[in-house]
């Protein structure tokens, strides 16, 4: 695990800190500790961004001449072939004189059996690099994909049973076509095991490049924009959310991150095709999960954890299920946290501190965080998310990790009691 952290990330920490080194939200939650104050790291990024328009006619010539020939082009249910984007991109890849293997399919919430197939679909066709085009979704499975192909054991037991993580994976790049994840940016996936019910965060490859083109999610449905946008805010929070306690630089960053995507997704309900708004999201989604905000922080991620859990049982859409989550959380933690709480309630949701208690401003950012869910047409309950099968929330709560970042230590009651509330 540090082996990994030391190759592929940007923290390196004290001996003594290894066990609970934090900074990716896919890492925290195997620790049990509580209060970690990460201040020593070293940063640099693997991850080579080409953003704006036409970025993949300059990404994939460049990046490809460093590939060998076989190249698997891995995308969704077809949006990308609906939109052009498939096209455009294959016809970089055989002017580059490549040879395309197409692996199509991967759903949204992606299963561990479809990391399978397309790890077994590459060693069949000796792929040499793996080209994602799509969502979160797409970039994650290709993540593991990457790895597993280049493994010889299963990698899930790998990870979870034996705590041992790859070090070697097939080079791949990321087209995003649906931002808000991103996962872009980070070696962190989200992959259903449907054998075991769980919803796990996988560490994979890195993408060497991504490209960030906002006209490749102009076809987007309003539903997955704003539930994408939604995302960004939430990792924002999560991280902003972490321990240490007291604002440092990332803090001062998020926070603008934060209101930036919430002046953005408002300008999206005046006019969903807004560029700059769409513009700003993307680089907004692609910031949260650079590890910049992360930096010095251990973070939250608890509304993640318990959202992926009841996606491991329900399937539902990713930020829909944060939008939920979030302001029934934030009710039950906020007392626990209340600096934090009433400083993002002045700074983020621009609420004037006049004379008020730190308890009753972030309260009041609680409920800003409540309206705006609702001013953004997202759901507020599992039912109008469309969750039917109540009883699927005992387990979400009996099997969602605990986050040590989280400022409030909650139990497995609080936790089904918070689902309760959110039904
Ligand atoms: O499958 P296709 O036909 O491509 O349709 C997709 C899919 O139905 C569609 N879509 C994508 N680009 C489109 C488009 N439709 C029209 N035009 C386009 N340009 O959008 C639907 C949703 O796609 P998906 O990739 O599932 O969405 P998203 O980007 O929100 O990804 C969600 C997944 O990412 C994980 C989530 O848990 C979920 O599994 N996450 C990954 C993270 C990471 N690696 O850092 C962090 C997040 O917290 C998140 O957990
Ligand atoms: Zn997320």
Redesign the pocket.
């Known amino acids: 695990m540090i082996e990994m952290i030391r190759n592929y990330n940007f923290w390196v920490i004290t001996d003594e800190q290894k066990e609970t080194s934090v900074n990716l939200?896919f890492i925290y939650n195997r620790t049990s500790k509580e209060e970690i104050a990460v201040k020593d790291f070293i940063y640099s990024y693997p991850v080579k961004v080409y953003f704006g328009e036409k970025a993949a006619a300059k990404a994939l010539p460049a990046e490809l001449a460093k590939a060998g020939k076989t190249v698997m082009v891995a995308?969704?249910?077809?949006?990308?072939k609906?939109?052009g984007?498939y096209d455009e991109i294959c016809g970089y890849l055989k002017e580059a004189g490549k040879e395309i293997v197409d692996f199509s399919g991967?759903?949204?919430?992606?299963t561990y059996k479809k990391v399978q197939e397309g790890a077994a679909l590459a060693r069949e066709k000796n792929v040499d690099f793996i080209l994602a085009v799509?969502?979160?979704?797409?970039?994650?499975c290709c993540?593991i994909i990457a790895c597993q192909a280049a493994l010889d054991e299963d990698i899930w037991e790998m990870e979870f049973k034996n705590h041992i993580y790859p070090t070697e994976h097939l080079p791949m790049g990321a087209i995003v076509?649906?931002?808000?994840?991103?996962?872009e940016?980070?070696n962190?996936?989200?992959i259903?095991n449907e054998d075991t019910n769980e919803?796990a965060?996988v560490l994979g490859a890195y993408a060497s490049f991504a490209v960030l083109d906002v006209d490749?999610?102009?076809?987007?449905?309003k539903k997955?924009v704003i539930?994408?946008a939604f995302?960004t805010l939430?990792?924002s929070m999560e991280t902003y959310l972490g321990s240490p306690r007291d604002v440092n630089l990332s803090d001062e960053i998020a926070e603008a991150v934060m209101r930036n995507v919430i002046r953005n997704i408002r300008a999206l309900l005046v006019d969903l095709n807004d560029k700059e708004a769409r513009t700003e999201l993307m680089w907004a989604s692609a910031m949260a999960?650079n590890g910049i905000l992360k930096i010095g922080k251990v973070t939250d991620f608890q509304a993640?954890q318990i959202?992926?859990q009841l996606?491991a049982y329900t399937d539902c859409?990713?930020?829909q299920g944060l939008a939920v989550i979030h302001p029934v959380l934030y009710r039950h933690m906020c007392k626990d946290g209340v600096k934090q709480f009433a400083r993002m309630a002045e700074k983020v949701w621009e609420i004037p501190a006049e004379d008020k208690s730190p308890e009753q401003l972030a309260g009041e950012g609680v409920q800003a965080l409540k309206d705006f869910v609702k001013e953004i047409g997202m759901p507020s309950t599992f039912t109008e998310m469309g969750i039917t099968d109540k009883s699927v929330l005992k387990k979400v709560a009996d099997t969602c990790n605990l986050t040590a970042g989280c400022c409030k230590k909650l139990s497995r009651e609080e936790i089904l009691e918070i689902l309760e509330e959110c039904w």
């Open positions: 939200q995308y969704g249910g077809g949006s990308v609906k939109s984007v991967i759903m949204p919430n992606p799509g969502g979160g979704s797409v970039i994650d993540k076509t649906a931002s808000g994840t991103g996962a940016m980070n962190g996936a989200v259903t919803k965060g490749y999610t102009m076809t987007l449905p997955q539930s994408g995302d939430s990792h999960e993640h959202e992926h996606g859409n990713h930020g």
